[in-house]
């Protein structure tokens, strides 16, 4: 977000430049306070690149050996990253990850919108608490909130037991444990996670939308929908893209609740890449395979997230 | 997320767009030097690379060589090839020292014991021991072993995964010279030994050199709920035909004839069926494909009819429902208070039943199509010995007393079989007792066969998918068969390259 602002002063930096260039002392204070300020960036870097950027080049030599982590390692070129694009278990777990991108992503910042767009209309008394208590399920510890959702999904749990007080007795099951519910059980547990979050943000950014483009809206007879269209979302463009990254980025790398509820099953129905990558790395010990599925990963995220700000920047 | 923030907003300029091509241009060329930069380096340096000059196993080198016997690590012996046990006075020659022992969380029961007994033999010796949860051990022991600061005693697990890579890497001791100077080889299977034995680059297990013993068996067997048996009017089963009848009667009496538990993927698929398959497979056929024997292959007969006995009992309701949404330890606490008929499980289930009801319940091995005892189980979970431990002989008289017959009682206190003094120790109630026999029966004249999921290191989850699936109707026994043994030998080549 700094390289955000940076950007922003670009133009201003370029004017005092010019400037410059009639006064050389000038110059060379500038050129002078540049180096500074990268001297003071350097300790930051040198522990981004030992912790962050060296790990990530490692993982990524790691993806074309087969190696167990200990013993000597063989090269095998591109035959990890053949194996996950002809795999079909690979494959699907890709899929999986796509299908969250919906349950942690989509659906949650839907109904944040929704929220928010009630709120510009109708005052909501204890509009703190509320804020507060939607955004507790990002603060708790995942496998808390795994624990507890395993619980509620669970045969004897009060899902079950709603169903059957209404007398849907035929509908109740093990959710997580139905090859057909599984999936969106866990995926439903993401939205819950999320929705907080988003909706946090949202009310936030709307705080921020002036106060007379509603009344400009309302002067020109624009009913409750058309006032979200034209002022609410468009003055959200921010946090949107912002909310839209976070969440596509815990649903592709979600591993947690998955590890904590269903671990990948029933077969394979909720196996995810980043439980393939954890299982690669730790348990089979076939670290090369792991390292490639993680590329594929982060390379996904990376775009996946570019395509978001490339759709949502701010036009001026 | 960074470079996309500032790549792709563009400038309001007039100029903007010949500026952010140009920056975009840069871009491009920094990607490509840095993509040229590290694949130079990726092809440079292999990772693991630092044992690739000396062949495979010959790394370790047992630390402790002095070639002429002489002292070492403040005046102790050499304890590389041992022929009498470890004494208190051997010991003592170390001075002050600490022994490291990283074990399965399930063994702290019985260290707490051992732990105040061994530093009263051996006063020298303070014993710092870490429990960590069976997959957090699993996935850290290997590691801790390579560094520097090895543990000096650790438990294991058998399989290529483990076992095999620590072998390879040379980072246990051998143990055939421990086993015959503490006298383990008498009334012991010999197939339950053969688990542990490794060649020597740790590609193939069966024979060869010991590396790991064992302190307490845990057969794979039936638990079954005294009181419901009798309500049903039933014994005890003896063998599979007896078990079928039995979950019959259950499943007509309205009882839920199996408890399960089955949310990670296990046991169902490994375990649960390991059973059924030791009833209807030759153990010998089963021991060939685990340790990967050439041409070996899960595709039997026997393991056919395990597998359509296994999908008749789930289509038949004997697991009831809900099973894959139930995690195990929930199954073993719902057993315990009453729920369901049978148990299907490891020896080691029994001290969480037994604590709840020490003579309510009954374990049973079952006698195979064959006629014989045969189960999937092992001598214990693998005590190894660090091969860099610098302080080996403590380590040696660590597990000496582990194993030995005055500390039995003590697993038995615990619930457990100890593999020392079967016959000897007294039992905590009568589902012990029952243990105990089984125990008896399988170490005097019966068969351990290997956990199938030492196959392959993914054949844990290949097994646990493909159960789920195969009771659940979307897949039938010859894709199961065809799955299992295609995961095999795919392993079998990555084995061979």
Request: aromatic content about 10%; glycine content about 10%; hydrophobic content about 45%.
């Amino acid at each position: 977000m700094s390289l955000g602002h940076r950007d922003v002063a670009a133009p201003e930096k370029r004017r005092v430049a010019g400037r410059a260039l009639r006064s050389r002392p000038a110059t060379r204070r500038a050129h002078r306070l540049r180096t500074t300020a990268w001297l003071y960036l350097l300790p930051g870097f040198a522990f981004y690149g030992a912790f962050s950027l060296w790990p990530l080049i490692e993982t990524f030599q790691y993806s074309f050996y087969k190696w167990d982590g200990i013993t000597a390692a063989k090269w095998v070129g591109l035959k990890n990253y053949i194996k996950i694009f002809t795999s079909e278990d690979a494959l699907s777990t890709f899929a999986h990850a796509f299908t969250f991108i919906l349950f942690y992503a989509a659906i949650p910042v839907v109904v944040g919108l929704v929220i928010v767009g009630v709120m510009t209309r109708v005052r909501i008394r204890l509009l703190g608490l509320l804020r507060t208590v939607l955004f507790i399920p990002q603060i708790l510890a995942m496998v808390v909130v795994a624990v507890a959702w395993r619980w509620i999904y669970a045969e004897s749990g009060p899902i079950n037991a709603a169903l059957e007080a209404i007398g849907l007795d035929s509908w109740t099951r093990a959710w997580l444990g139905d090859f057909k519910t599984a999936l969106p059980a866990v995926g439903l547990i993401g939205t819950w996670v999320m929705y907080g979050l988003c909706m946090v943000l949202f009310i936030g950014g709307s705080q921020k939308i002036p106060r007379d483009l509603y009344e400009a809206a309302k002067l020109d007879g624009a009913g409750p929908f058309q006032e979200f269209m034209a002022v609410t979302l468009p003055g959200l463009r921010g946090e949107i893209s912002v909310a839209l990254i976070l969440t596509v980025t815990a649903a592709l790398r979600n591993f947690d609740i998955v590890w904590n509820t269903t671990s990948g099953g029933p077969g394979n129905a909720t196996l995810i890449p980043s439980y393939l990558i954890f299982e690669g790395a730790f348990v089979t010990r076939q670290v090369g395979y792991a390292a490639a599925a993680s590329v594929v990963l982060t390379t996904l995220i990376l775009l996946l997230t570019g395509g978001i700000q490339a759709l949502l920047r701010q036009r001026k | 997320m960074a470079p996309f923030t500032s790549s792709i907003r563009t400038f309001t300029t007039s100029k903007g767009t010949s500026v952010n091509t140009k920056k975009h241009r840069r871009r491009v060329l920094t990607a490509l030097v840095s993509t040229a930069l590290i694949a130079g380096l990726t092809a440079s340096c292999a990772p693991g690379s630092k044992s690739e000059d000396a062949p495979p196993g010959s790394e370790p080198a047992a630390p402790v060589e002095p070639s002429d016997g002489a002292a070492q690590d403040g005046g102790a012996g050499d304890f590389s090839n041992i022929t009498a046990p470890v004494t208190p006075k051997d010991v003592a020659a170390y001075g002050d020292i600490t022994l490291s022992v990283w074990a399965d969380a399930g063994e702290e029961t019985v260290l707490e014991k051992l732990v105040p007994l061994f530093e009263e033999q051996y006063p020298n010796v303070t014993v710092e021991v870490t429990y960590k949860g069976w997959d957090d051990l699993m996935e850290t022991v290997i590691n801790a072993l390579d560094s520097n600061n090895p543990p000096d005693v650790a438990n294991s697990n058998q399989g290529f995964a483990m076992m095999g890579i620590e072998v390879k890497a040379g980072l246990i001791r051998p143990m055939d010279d421990f086993r015959a100077a503490y006298g383990m080889s008498e009334g012991l299977p010999e197939s339950g030994w053969e688990t542990m034995t490794w060649n020597p680059d740790g590609s193939e297990w069966g024979s060869g050199t010991l590396y790991a013993i064992g302190g307490a068996t845990q057969p794979q067997g039936l638990f079954y709920n005294r009181a419901k048996l009798e309500e049903l009017g039933l014994e005890p089963p003896e063998s599979i035909g007896d078990l079928d009848a039995a979950l019959k009667a259950a499943s007509e009496a309205g009882e839920l004839p199996i408890m399960l538990g089955n949310t990670d993927q296990y046991p169902l698929g490994s375990h649960v069926f390991g059973i059924v398959n030791d009833m209807y497979a030759d153990p010998a056929a089963i021991n060939a494909w685990l340790a990967g024997a050439e041409g070996a292959t899960f595709d039997t007969p026997g393991t056919r009819e395990a597998l359509t006995k296994l999908k008749e009992w789930g289509e038949s309701g004997y697991f009831g429902e809900g099973y894959n949404g139930r995690s195990l330890d929930d199954a073993v606490a719902a057993y315990a208070k009453g729920e369901g008929v049978f148990f299907l499980g490891g020896s080691f289930n029994g001290a969480k039943i037994s604590a709840e009801s020490p003579d309510g319940f009954g374990y049973a091995l079952l006698k195979a199509t064959s006629g014989d005892y045969a189960t999937t189980g092992t001598l214990g979970t693998p005590w190894t010995i660090s091969s860099k431990s610098k302080v080996p002989g403590a380590a040696i008289a660590f597990l000496g007393m582990l194993t030995s017959k005055d500390f039995a009682q003590v697993y038995a206190d615990e619930g457990r079989l100890p593999v020392a003094d079967l016959g000897g120790v007294t039992p905590t109630g009568s589902l012990q007792e029952s243990m105990l026999v089984a125990a008896h029966q399988l170490f005097e004249g019966g068969d351990f066969i290997g956990f199938l999921d030492w196959a392959s290191p993914t054949m844990q989850r290949e097994l646990g998918t493909n159960a789920q699936e195969l009771l659940a109707g979307q897949i039938d026994v010859d894709t199961f068969v065809a799955n299992v043994q295609g995961n095999w030998e795919e392993f079998q080549e990555e084995r061979k390259e």
